[in-house]
């Protein structure tokens, strides 16, 4: 192995090992419903896909009606 290959391999993971927390707390306030610097790009279009396929995100829904919410979506992805 040479110099470079180990230089790249520590690079790799030191970037990994910066990464992980930030991407952690992203994701967390995500799924939180917290606001992100990236929600007011993202709600306009996550709020027209639930137009599309009728899904109100303030509901809980069953396993048949995700699936028939999703088949449009896969057709249409297809």
């Known amino acids: ?10 690079v790799y993971f030191g970037l990994l090992i ?3 927390p930030l991407l ?3 994701m967390a306030r995500v799924f939180s419903n917290e606001w992100t610097l990236l929600t007011p790009l993202v709600r306009p ?3 027209g896909i639930y137009r599309l396929a009728g ?5 809980e ?3 048949r009606q995700y699936t028939l919410r ?5 057709g249409w992805a297809s």
Do not use: D, F, K, R
């Open 55 to 59: 899904v109100n995100a303030n509901e």
């Open 1 to 10: 192995m040479t110099a470079l290959e180990l230089l790249q391999i520590v």
């Open 70 to 74: 999703c088949w449009p979506l896969m």
């Open 18 to 20: 910066v990464c992980t």
């Open 24 to 26: 952690g707390g992203y």
């Open 61 to 63: 829904q069953s396993w």
């Open 45 to 47: 279009l996550e709020t």
